[in-house]
């Protein structure tokens, strides 16, 4: 049974950084592209970042507009977990971020339906 368990969601203050992670298990991690996306209240989820799978140590990474020099996204996949550092943050950027894995790459992610396994999601608040 495939699980993603995202943590290090909390509360902070704008201009701050927190450190998202993905912890994934019962899939071939390396395989797999991987995302982040987030759902503001009251807003549709939309995506976030995504990283391409394993590719001999060069990955292809890839933002949405919103968040493009503050945010990086990486990977480990020794530790089959991927990370979303988040500097500079906004009180825009509150949302519950998800992470997701596809074995179809990266245009999968970025089209952000019908992808193959999601999280549970981390509530990020950022207040100002």
């Known amino acids: 049974q495939v699980h993603l368990v995202e943590s290090g969601g909390g509360l902070v203050q704008a201009g701050d950084s927190l450190r998202l992670s993905c912890l994934a298990s019962?899939?071939?991690?390396?395989?797999?592209?991987m995302g982040w996306f987030r759902q503001a209240p009251g807003k549709e989820r939309e995506f976030v970042a995504v990283?391409?799978?394993?590719?001999?140590?060069?990955?292809?990474?890839d933002y949405a507009d919103s968040v493009k020099g503050r945010f990086t996204i990486s990977r480990d996949n020794a530790k089959s977990t991927i990370h979303l550092q988040m500097n500079s943050l906004k009180p825009e950027d509150t949302a519950v971020y998800y992470c997701?894995?596809?074995?179809?790459?990266?245009?999968?992610?970025?089209?952000?339906?019908?992808?193959?396994?999601w999280g549970q999601g981390t509530q990020v608040t950022v207040s100002s």
């Open positions: 997701a894995a596809d074995h179809q790459g990266t245009f999968a992610i970025r089209a952000g339906s019908d992808l193959d396994y």
């Open positions: 019962g899939l071939t991690f390396s395989s797999y592209a």
């Open positions: 990283i391409s799978s394993s590719g001999r140590g060069i990955y292809y990474a």
